[in-house]
């Protein structure tokens, strides 16, 4: 039979790619041209000249550096929520007893606590232990507050291995370190991928406990770092717009890498 069109399919993914095609059109244009040209044209206009020198001036602010400090919070926090986030999930997942269902009770009543409510105790904490002033003072609260998402998605995703695998690893006499090294790990890469993925995403984007907990410059990350090119008298478009496009690039090499396990957790263990 000849297949028949769906217009209504096409118009809207027409649609679709407006909505995503027209603000990356604006981003990459603006940050190519000048100012005094953007000023005059706005963000939509085909830009006249073609300059690099936002990407100069942006390079001569030292966001580079607070690049860096994002990449060294997000590597941090992405080991510590992998890290405790497995072993927690696969306890819950096998655990039969009311510990781990309370604990794992704990770690989704997490997800209705917003930061703004624990932020003036969580500062005086950081403080009296000593971290103030020092990338962890960003680096643990990050990864508490990513941890019960984490472990949720970690969660569904062992509990998409079948009983039987279990079982099996049981009656070859294999202890629960070495059913979670040789069973859990390698089926649960795609919800491991998607835990890790959206932990980098909460280190990269995050902004309030940079801004409440940084003091020195030096120690800035990417969502203060944009600050440098607004002044209380405006702000330098392009050169914002290119700090963007800077501040993209590594997490879409961590999507580029990861997005088949990321396709694999949400399809499910082993990809199916």
Do not use: C
Not at 28 to 45: E, F, M, N, W
Not at 99 to 117: E, K, Y
């Amino acid at each position: 039979m000849k297949p028949r069109p769906n217009y209504a399919a096409g118009a809207a993914a027409t649609v679709w790619l407006a909505v995503i095609g027209v603000p990356l059109y604006a981003l990459i244009s603006s940050a190519v041209q000048t100012q005094a040209r953007y000023g005059a044209g706005g963000p939509l206009a085909a830009p006249g000249h073609f300059t690099g020198a936002n990407f100069v001036t942006v390079v001569e602010s030292g966001f580079l550096r607070d690049i860096w400090n994002t990449i060294e919070v997000a590597a941090a926090t992405v080991a510590i929520v992998l890290i405790l986030g497995v072993p927690i999930a696969y306890a819950v997942v096998r655990g039969q007893g009311w510990i781990t269902s309370g604990v794992f009770r704990v770690f989704l009543l997490g997800l209705a606590i917003p930061a703004q409510a624990v932020l003036i105790p969580l500062f005086y904490l950081i403080n009296r232990i000593g971290l103030y002033d020092t990338l962890w003072r960003v680096i643990l609260p990050t990864a508490a507050f990513s941890l019960p998402v984490s472990v949720l998605v970690l969660t569904g995703g062992m509990r998409d291995i079948s009983r039987e695998m279990y079982e099996a690893m049981a009656l070859d006499g294999a202890r629960p370190g070495r059913v979670l090294k040789e069973l859990v790990i390698p089926l649960s890469r795609g919800a491991i991928a998607t835990a890790g993925v959206f932990a980098a995403l909460q280190a990269w984007n995050g902004f309030l406990f940079p801004l409440i907990m940084t003091q020195s410059g030096g120690d800035k990350t990417v969502t203060l770092g944009l600050f440098n090119f607004v002044s209380a008298y405006g702000a330098n478009v392009p050169a914002l717009l290119a700090a963007v496009v800077l501040s993209a690039v590594p997490i879409l090499v961590v999507y580029l890498f990861a997005r088949r396990y990321l396709v694999m957790g949400l399809m499910g263990a082993g990809g199916k």
